[in-house]
């Protein structure tokens, strides 16, 4: 099974101001098609999580300009670019190129 | 608008069966990629089965031989059962579906199991 490990657990960000969540998988991420299949999710309290970014840097609709991800091999990262109080929550990585794992998640608050 | 509604979770004694469901609307649960994906209370995700349009199934291993994932293509309909649970599968489970293998684009609410005696 690839560990998924993410940092830190917990981030405290000022509204207004960026915020990076990093991600390391046990073993690379890319497909033997060449795609990496690297997913970001975010949950917020009660609620269902949403997807944010698959395949590293792709939006999904909807999705604020403002988070963007990158990162290639086995070492990812979700950039927030100016917090706003909606982004309160768990962000979690997450790798489809085996069978699908987590990473532990990173709380996220203002 | 896609929607997904799961149901069936209860409390259930070790050793004991439960079947749960999760009724799309929006979305063609036989023509796509649908899981259950599910979160202990207060910890991670685990993705938990998946089937594929054509049929195949996969599982997590700590439940293979346990749970059995199928759907309904009348009622559009996706399926978890669960037999011989265990209190570590005490959890929330979310069913989740997308075009695209091993992801998750839309989300049900979950339905809580809780393994106890």
């Known amino acids: 099974e690839v560990v998924m490990t993410q940092s830190p657990l917990s981030l405290s960000v000022t509204l207004g101001q960026p915020a990076s969540i990093s991600c390391r998988s046990s073993q690379s991420l890319v497909h033997r098609d060449g795609n990496t299949f690297l997913t970001w999710f975010h949950q917020r309290p009660g609620q269902s999580p949403r997807r944010l970014i698959y395949?590293?840097?792709y939006r999904d609709s909807g999705v604020p300009d403002r988070f963007t991800g990158s990162g290639s091999g086995t070492y990812f990262t979700l950039k927030i670019s100016r917090v706003e109080a909606d982004d309160v929550g768990i962000y979690y990585c997450?790798?489809?190129?085996?069978?699908?794992?987590f990473g532990g998640g990173t709380r996220v608050e203002i | 608008e896609v929607r997904l509604v799961e149901s069936g979770g209860g409390l259930v004694h070790p050793g004991g069966s439960l079947r749960l469901s999760c009724e799309a609307s929006g979305f063609t649960v036989a023509t796509n990629y649908m899981s259950w994906v599910r979160q202990p209370p207060g910890k991670g995700l685990e993705w938990v089965s998946i089937?594929?349009?054509?049929?195949?199934?996969y599982y997590k291993d700590s439940v293979k031989g346990r749970f059995i994932i199928s759907r309904d293509r009348s009622e559009n309909t996706l399926y978890l059962q669960m037999s011989g649970l265990r209190g570590e599968d005490t959890a929330l489970y979310y069913c989740?579906?997308?075009?695209?293998?091993?992801?998750?684009?839309?989300w049900g609410q979950g339905t809580l199991v809780t393994v106890s005696s």
């Open positions: 089937v594929y349009p054509d049929g195949n199934t």
């Open positions: 989740a579906g997308d075009t695209v293998a091993n992801n998750a684009d839309y």
């Open positions: 997450m790798q489809g190129t085996y069978w699908p794992t």
């Open positions: 395949q590293v840097s």
